[in-house]
């Protein structure tokens, strides 16, 4: 798919699923249909048939991401990740690190 948009196409094709079988069972005994293997196909169906919920990072300032409690340290890591001289926010991590003690372990 990513070649596909390296190749200067806008969309992506559609994909038709194909299951090739040659199990012990014949013929195939489980369900084609996709929503039918979760445990709830309705509610299932309705999220995937939907758009989704997006939260686009790069257009929350700073300030306000620090608000967001302990999603905040996840956020701003996430929104400043291409920045190449982390140095001017490693204060604001230390800070969202002992504020919400986070373990060794979380900050891996």
């Not at 969309?11 to 084609?32: A, E």
């Not at 001017?88 to 060794?104: D, F, G, M, R, V």
Request: overall charge negative.
């Amino acid at each position: 798919m990513q070649r596909h948009l390296e190749q200067g196409n806008d969309s992506l094709p559609v994909v038709i699923p194909l299951l090739f079988y040659h199990g012990t069972t014949s013929p195939y005994p489980y369900t084609t249909q996709w929503f039918d293997c979760f445990a709830d196909p309705e509610l299932a169906e309705s999220v995937y048939r939907q758009a989704f919920p997006l939260v686009d990072i790069t257009t929350i300032p700073d300030e306000e991401i620090l608000t967001h409690r302990r999603v905040a340290l996840l956020q701003l890591v996430q929104k400043h990740i291409k920045t190449r001289d982390m140095l001017e926010l490693a204060a604001e991590l230390a800070t969202l690190i002992e504020k919400w003690q986070y373990s060794k372990e979380q900050c891996k």
